[in-house]
């Protein structure tokens, strides 16, 4: 149904969206992607979003550690 819905061809897909909850098209990853040019990519997208990279990655780490790691509001 996401695939259908967001015109996606099949996994892996990652789609991100902007503080306003819209789709970023032009920031869409599909098929596999080094770990260095992702981290560029993800980089360039908070910036766009105004959210410094150290930030997010720290969000990304916390939520990597687990559900409940970012804390009691996530």
Do not use: C, K, N
């Not at 040019?37 to 969000?59: D, I, K, N, Q, S």
């Amino acid at each position: 149904a996401l695939l259908d819905a967001y015109g996606l061809f099949g996994p892996p897909s990652m789609v991100f969206f902007g503080p306003d909850g819209r789709e970023i098209v032009d920031a869409r990853i599909q098929g596999e992607i080094a770990a260095g040019p992702l981290a560029e990519h993800l980089a360039a997208v908070l910036a766009r979003a105004g959210v410094p990279a150290a930030t997010g990655l720290a969000a990304a780490r916390g939520a990597a550690a687990g559900p409940g790691a970012l804390g009691a509001d996530y």
